[in-house]
């Protein structure tokens, strides 16, 4: 077989197999409810974690402490 053709192979394979997590992904998220609770929580808690990193790579000595740890 060609080499293009093994590169075609390759990617169309894993097209399938993302494809094919995509929806295994989805249909686990559909059918049960606690994902749903934990993937909002996990969104929440990454939203935080993001402004917590934002705020502290300032250069002043105390930019952490001016954030609310609740």
């Known amino acids: 077989m060609p080499h293009r053709f093994q590169l075609l192979e390759k990617i169309a394979f894993s097209l399938v197999c993302w494809g094919a997590a995509a929806c295994s992904g989805f249909i686990a998220y559909e059918r049960c409810p606690d994902i749903k609770v ?17 705020v502290c790579t300032s250069p002043m000595d105390d930019s952490c402490a001016q954030l609310a740890t609740n």
């Open 38 to 54: 934990v993937l909002h929580a996990s969104e929440e808690a990454l939203r935080h974690s993001g402004d917590y990193a934002f």
